[in-house]
């Protein structure tokens, strides 16, 4: 079974930096398949931040997240990126990677609480003080 490493998460202040890593320890499917990033809140539902197709290399940013976060990914490592600059204290969460069959990033982006998504790596968690 495919498993899903995440890595990055940590403590940052508001307008700092992280880099989020998700490192699957295989190719999770033989065809077109999606990699991301969802996160948690307290008290919230969780909700899809970004995905990066492995076809196409087409990507899905939430309206929240456009212009600060970028993905990126390298497919020969099976491995996935999420780059978070200009980081607010809003988006303190426990940040999940995801990995499940699609065409677009968006499909798998705009899941529903993520409810369905095949493989989910262990959460890390992004907090940023104001």
């Known amino acids: 079974d495919v498993q899903l490493q995440a890595s990055g998460g940590g403590l940052v202040q508001a307008g700092g930096s992280l880099r989020l890593s998700c490192a699957a320890s295989?190719?999770?499917?033989?065809?077109?398949?999606?990699m991301g990033w969802f996160r948690q809140a307290p008290g919230k539902e969780r909700e899809g931040v970004s995905c990066?197709?492995?076809?196409?290399?087409?990507?899905y940013y939430a309206d929240s997240t456009k212009g600060r976060f970028t993905i990126f990914s390298d497919n020969a490592k099976n491995t996935v990126y999420l780059q978070m600059n200009s980081l607010k204290p809003e988006d303190t969460a426990v940040y999940y990677c995801?990995?499940?069959?699609?065409?677009?990033?968006?499909?798998?982006?705009?899941?529903?609480?993520?409810?369905?998504?095949?493989?989910w790596g262990k959460g890390t968690q992004v907090t940023v003080s104001s």
């Open positions: 995801a990995a499940d069959r699609a065409n677009t990033a968006r499909a798998i982006a705009t899941m529903t609480q993520g409810i369905g998504i095949d493989y």
């Open positions: 295989a190719r999770p499917y033989d065809d077109d398949y999606v």
């Open positions: 990066i197709s492995n076809s196409d290399g087409s990507t």
